[in-house]
Nanobody, 125 residues
Framework: QVQLVESGGGSVQAGDSLSLSCVASGFTFNAGAMGWFRQAPGKEREFVASIRRSSSNTYYADSVKGRFAMSGNNAKNTVYLNMNNLKSEDTAVYFC??????????????????WGQGTQVTVSW
């Protein structure tokens, strides 16, 4: 049974930094891919970042490129999302995801089979 548990969310002010963690159990990070998605109220779930173990490549949404950084620790089966220079539009519930997406589905929720429960990130002026 695969479980993904996120932590690290909270309330910060614009310009601040925040780091999220996702610990995976039952899913070996050194295979497939893991990603971060977010969902704001009334909006669809959107891609934030992902990392493919096969290539160690990371991928980012244009809206977060240069501000967010995703990394992984195979030994701890954990991925991280370091968020800098946060903006009010980054406010959302952030979800960790894991699965075996192909390149064309890497940025789509449909490419991931397993999901965490989500952690709230609130950025205020």
């Amino acid at each position: 049974q695969v479980q993904l548990v996120e932590s690290g969310g909270g309330s910060v002010q614009a310009g601040d930094s925040l780091s999220l963690s996702c610990v995976a159990s039952g899913f070996t990070f050194n295979a497939g891919a893991m990603g971060w998605f977010r969902q704001a109220p009334g909006k669809e779930r959107e891609f934030v970042a992902s990392i493919r173990r096969s290539s160690s490549n990371t991928y980012y949404a244009d809206s977060v490129k240069g501000r967010f950084a995703m990394s992984g620790n195979n030994a701890k089966n954990t991925v991280y999302l370091n968020m800098n220079n946060l903006k009010s539009e980054d406010t959302a519930v952030y979800f960790c995801a894991a699965g075996y997406p192909i390149l064309s589905t890497l940025r789509s929720p449909s490419g991931y089979r397993y999901w965490g429960q989500g952690t709230q990130v609130t950025v205020s002026w």
